[in-house]
């Protein structure tokens, strides 16, 4: 691997650290290109060759979680319970929490809206026993807000229980 290359990444990997630990002291809005080059210990230069301003970092971020999510949806195509779907995007969160629970403050509502169309049309792949749209719609959209409340820490339990209580209600739902 070329040294130059190898330096775009970790300059990169500075900037997006540098981003997120000052995401848990402040709002996005309240961050400056030399706040993070600052904590970063690098130039306005090298910031500029990768981002033009703070949310380029943050949309970079998002993206690859977004992309990482439809690859693990992708991949449960063939995937005929909805248990099996839940145990595959409980354990794809797990995995990503820490990510998500940086940048859930700052995801635009768009995004929101996008994960859940997204699970709207894996969870009417599956076999739910003639459960109508409107049931998986409400179902999707109160988990959602079940995790969002988790991952902002707005609720007094663990992801054990988030967990287990989706399951239990997935369950009255459709099964």
Do not use: C, W
């Amino acid at each position: 691997m070329k040294a130059k290359y190898k330096n775009a990444i970790r300059s990169k990997m500075l900037i997006r650290n540098a981003l997120i630990t000052l995401l848990n002291k402040k709002p996005l809005s309240d961050i400056s290109v030399t706040d993070i080059v600052k904590f970063a210990d690098i130039n306005r230069g090298t910031f500029y060759n990768h981002y033009s301003n703070p949310l380029d970092i943050l949309e970079e971020i998002k993206n690859e979680l977004m992309e990482k999510l439809s690859v693990v949806l992708k991949n449960s195509k063939n995937t005929s319970s909805i248990d099996d779907l839940l145990d595959i995007i409980n354990s794809y969160f797990l995995e990503n929490e820490k990510d998500y629970k940086i940048i859930v403050n700052a995801i635009p509502y768009s995004v929101v809206e996008k994960i859940k169309h997204n699970f709207i049309e894996e969870i009417t792949k599956i076999d739910l026993n003639g459960t109508s749209l409107v049931t998986v719609h409400f179902a999707v959209n109160g988990l959602v807000g079940l995790y969002l409340d988790y991952l902002k820490d707005n609720v007094p339990f663990s992801y054990q229980e988030v967990i287990k209580s989706s399951k239990e209600i997935i369950h009255k739902l459709f099964l």
